[in-house]
């Protein structure tokens, strides 16, 4: 499963490309806001820092705006993934961007239905939004699970990009379950490597080592 960044902090994407484990970043108008940068500033900088893609969201309602800002987006950079919304409109622009060869993002998606038009529609990604629907007491594995059995029965190249994860568990069931890539805030993915008992044993082990008296070093 590919690991994406969910932010457009350029501080925290640098902290865990260095590691070698982003394959992407994601972003939208309220982290963009949340960054206070002008969007094509921050975006050139991400995709400078990231080889893979880097998804920048029109902001227009109409398919024809889509389709100009996506345009105007795509020439940031060579690995810009234009994202659109799934909205009817947010379709006939997939359409009219995966038609010219551009990477296009449909996000917002809440069913299965969504997703089976994205992926008729071109989509490179389709980005069902786990964190929302379980906010509605709702399960938003299984979306990704019916997402999942729907791609593979019919040979659907669109990935299943799992977003709004919200905890480890989240990118857990993920990895199961088989999304092609999850998005996660930086956060998220700096907890996968803690666990307690990890802490304990490790505890345990300097405590033993300082009555040795010895150094490695």
């Keep these: 499963m590919k690991f994406f960044v969910d932010t457009a902090d350029i501080d925290a994407i640098r902290d865990l490309s260095e590691l070698g484990i982003v394959d992407g970043v994601t972003t939208n108008p309220s982290l963009i806001m949340k960054s206070g940068r ?5 975006t050139k900088e991400i995709c400078d820092l990231i080889d893979g893609p880097v998804s920048a969201e029109t902001v227009a309602l ?5 389709v100009a800002e996506g345009r105007e987006l795509a020439k940031i950079a060579d690995n810009i993934a234009i994202k659109v919304p799934l909205t009817w409109e947010g379709l006939k622009a997939c359409k009219t961007l995966s038609g010219e060869g551009r990477m296009v993002n449909v996000t917002l998606c809440f069913s ?16 069902p939004f786990i964190g929302r629907l379980d906010d509605l ?10 997402i999942r059995q729907i791609y593979d029965n019919y040979g659907f190249e669109t990935e ?13 069931e993920a990895a199961l379950i088989g999304a092609d890539v999850a998005t996660a805030p930086p956060g ?19 405590k033993d080592w300082a009555k040795t008296g010895q150094k490695i070093l």
């Design 38 to 42: 002008d969007i094509k500033e921050v």
């Design 62 to 66: 109409d398919a024809e705006g889509m």
């Design 112 to 127: 299965a239905n969504q997703a089976l038009l994205a992926a008729k529609a071109g989509a490179t990604f389709i980005s």
């Design 137 to 146: 007491n709702l399960d938003g594995m299984d979306l990704i699970a019916e």
């Design 160 to 172: 299943i990009l799992a977003a709004s994860i919200r905890n480890v568990n989240h990118m857990k």
């Design 188 to 206: 998220v993915i700096h907890a996968m490597a803690s666990h307690v008992m990890t802490d304990k044993g490790l505890d345990a082990f300097m």
